[in-house]
């Protein structure tokens, strides 16, 4: 029996992000905050800042953050990515990080880390999975209500989570998920 390296994007994201948790751990958090954290606002100087508007998903702030996001990152992100294939779930994983990154910078004074706007993408674009023209699959509807709602719910309370990456993730998966479903 061979080992397959079956779903290239979502196992070499899975692997980055355990790089960099190491990373992080190796230099006491000094790499995840040069390198995966992606820092408010739009007019900054340095280039590295707009850098990290796409590798902030690599970094996590603790290995529980860490691995509740591999885990359902790992059960997922396969599906996705046999059905809309790995290029453009690559796209789907850079324009959530980039979107979600840039709203954050404009609209918010705190930073962003993880992968769980790309978690919250995922989620809700696997409830497209069996969409078909003209219909919006109920799963879809309910996963919505669930995940998103509870996330609008949680935004309410403070815990330093950043349910604005989350609702972002979620729509953009939506959003592919109801164009590109079909």
Request: net charge neutral; aromatic share 10%.
């Amino acid at each position: 029996m061979k080992i397959r390296y079956n779903a290239p994007v979502t196992l070499t994201l899975a692997l980055a992000c355990c790089a960099a948790m190491g990373a992080g751990i190796l230099t006491d958090g000094a790499t995840t905050r040069a390198f995966f954290t992606a820092y408010p606002g739009l007019k900054s100087s340095n280039p590295l800042h707009y850098i990290q508007f796409f590798t902030y998903i690599l970094g996590h702030g603790s290995f529980s953050h860490l691995t509740a996001n591999l885990s359902l990152l790992l059960l997922i992100g396969p599906i996705n990515e046999e059905k809309y294939g790995s290029l453009v779930l690559f796209e789907m994983i850079l324009v959530t990080a980039l979107l979600t990154a840039l709203l954050n910078a404009a609209f918010f004074t705190t930073g962003l880390l993880g992968a769980s706007g790309i978690v919250f993408m995922l989620i809700l674009l696997s409830s497209c999975s069996n969409i078909r023209a003209g219909e919006v699959p109920l799963t879809l509807i309910l996963v919505a209500l669930l995940y998103l709602g509870n996330e609008i719910y949680s935004s309410l309370g403070n815990d330093n989570i950043s349910q604005f990456a989350h609702l972002t993730g979620g729509v953009v998966g939506a959003f592919y998920g109801l164009l590109r479903g079909r």
